[in-house]
């Protein structure tokens, strides 16, 4: 299986932060990448497909790079509705691991 | 509206069963894989379960093989996830989702049901 790790586990930021979250995979996943946002008590939502594409409806000062193993979400201006837990997960090969996530909380 | 929504949740005791499903509203699940992940309290998101979009094809955590089987009704809109020798550890909000084409990524998720296994 692959596994999927993050960091950091957590940050405390303020609004208007430029933020940067790592993701890393055990071996080579292409491009097959996700980010997800969850705020408590929700179902997550789907931010970043495809390691950079931006989903539908997404505020643009979400962006992700990276390719092989190693890949960022960065948010370019941390606004209060960013304020959640966010989640990598490789859609290379199942199991469709998750990282354990990064929670953005306010400074 | 594309929505999911998922009922079956509740508390039951170790050892026992019960099934999950999964409605499907604003779109025809038929084309689509489907898969069911969960969060246990305070935890990160764990991948269970998927099925294609006949059926035919069906895969497991390694976890929960052999316990759990996911099944789906493309007449009925609706993923089903049977789990059957509940543990203490299966504890956790089930979430179903679609897999989207092209990149497998998982959108939209439903609202969740919450299994509780205690004694």
């Known amino acids: 299986d692959i596994q999927m790790t993050q960091s950091p586990s957590s940050l405390s930021a303020s609004v208007g932060d430029r933020v940067t979250i790592t993701c890393r995979a055990s071996q080579s996943i292409s491009t097959y990448l996700n980010w997800y946002q969850q705020k408590p008590g929700k179902a997550p939502k789907l931010l970043i497909y495809?390691?950079?594409i931006l989903q539908s409806g997404v505020p643009s000062g979400f962006s992700g790079r990276g390719s092989g193993t190693d890949f960022t979400l960065t948010i370019s201006s941390l606004q209060p509705d960013d304020f959640a837990t966010y989640y990598c997960?490789?859609?290379?090969?199942?199991?469709?691991?998750f990282g354990p996530g990064t929670k953005v909380d306010i400074k | 509206e594309v929505q999911l929504v998922e009922s079956g949740g509740g508390l039951v005791q170790p050892g026992g069963s019960l099934r999950l499903s999964c409605a499907a509203s604003g779109f025809s699940i038929s084309s689509f894989w489907m898969h069911w992940v969960r969060q246990a309290p305070g935890r990160g998101l764990v991948w269970v379960s998927r099925i294609n979009s006949d059926g035919s094809t069906t895969t497991y955590a390694d976890s929960v093989k052999g316990r759990f089987t996911i099944s789906r009704d493309n007449a009925q809109n609706t993923v089903y996830l049977q789990m059957n020798s509940l543990r203490v550890e299966d504890t956790a909000v089930y979430y179903c989702?679609?897999?989207?084409?092209?990149?497998?990524?998982?959108?939209?998720w439903g609202q969740g049901t919450l299994v509780t296994v205690s004694s």
């Open positions: 495809a390691a950079s």
């Open positions: 989702a679609r897999e989207e084409h092209g990149y497998y990524s998982f959108d939209p």
């Open positions: 997960q490789q859609s290379y090969s199942a199991p469709h691991t």
